[in-house]
């Protein structure tokens, strides 16, 4: 069974700071890993998906970097912003599996 | 392009009931799956629908069932309610037709059962 593990659980920073969120799962045969972002009350809305034959992906000040063989992911936000406090969750798709398995997020709070 | 669109966005029922939650993905996507999300337990994978075809099943019990129609739009049942089904109630849907395309939420259905 894929277990999804994502510390800290939460974080505080200044205005300004790069955020690292990590995330960690134990079975290495993955299809890909994506991260979302969780607004309270709201959905799931999609940061970026990273393959598993893939190091990193980026979209703007985001980069997330996979290190299948260790088990590991990383979410780098530079330059964080208020905008950015929300929760943070990193899900893995197992190979050969349709289902996704979710860490259980790490909240972070970006201090004006 | 419209999101995923789930119907209603809150719901109170009482134990003993059941109730039917709606899901309406991003036209052309073909896979729907749902998921629940309480405190204590995090996001859990219910099933996944593609082509009116439930794909894949999480490890809940027989209370909990759905389908999906011709138009990929699909239906969550939930039969005798329990307090513990309680939670915030998501749906995905993506392309479906390989496992590297994106999943894309809905806002969810807020289920309080009394």
């Known amino acids: 069974k894929q277990e999804v593990t994502q510390i800290p659980a939460a974080l505080s920073v200044p205005e300004g700071e790069n955020l690292v969120l990590n995330c960690s799962f134990t079975?290495?045969?993955?299809?890909?890993l994506q991260w979302f972002r969780q607004d309270p009350g709201k959905g799931l809305t999609s940061l970026l998906l990273?393959?598993?034959?893939?190091r990193e992906q980026t979209s703007g000040r985001l980069n997330a970097s996979l290190d299948k063989s260790s088990g590991r992911s990383t979410l780098y936000i530079a330059a964080s912003q208020p905008g950015d406090s929300a929760t943070y969750l990193c899900a893995v798709r197992r190979s050969g599996d349709y289902k996704l398995s979710f860490g259980a997020g790490t909240t972070v709070t970006v201090r004006a | 392009k419209a999101g995923v669109t789930q119907t209603p966005r809150y719901l109170i029922k009482t134990r003993g009931q059941q109730v039917t939650l709606s899901c309406s993905p991003i036209s052309g996507h073909r896979s729907v799956s749902w998921y629940q999300q309480t405190p204590g337990q995090g996001l859990q994978f219910l099933f996944e629908?593609?082509?009116?075809?439930?794909?894949n099943k999480g490890n809940f019990p027989g209370r909990f069932s759905g389908r999906q129609f011709s138009n990929s739009r699909s239906e969550m049942n939930v039969s005798t309610l329990e307090l513990g089904d309680s939670a915030l109630y998501l749906c995905?849907?993506?392309?479906?037709?390989?496992?590297?395309?994106?999943?894309?939420f809905g806002n969810g259905t807020r289920l309080t059962v009394t």
């Open positions: 079975d290495s045969a993955i299809y890909n």
């Open positions: 629908y593609f082509s009116e075809t439930q794909r």
């Open positions: 990273i393959q598993s034959s893939q």
């Open positions: 995905a849907s993506s392309l479906g037709t390989a496992n590297n395309s994106p999943l894309h």
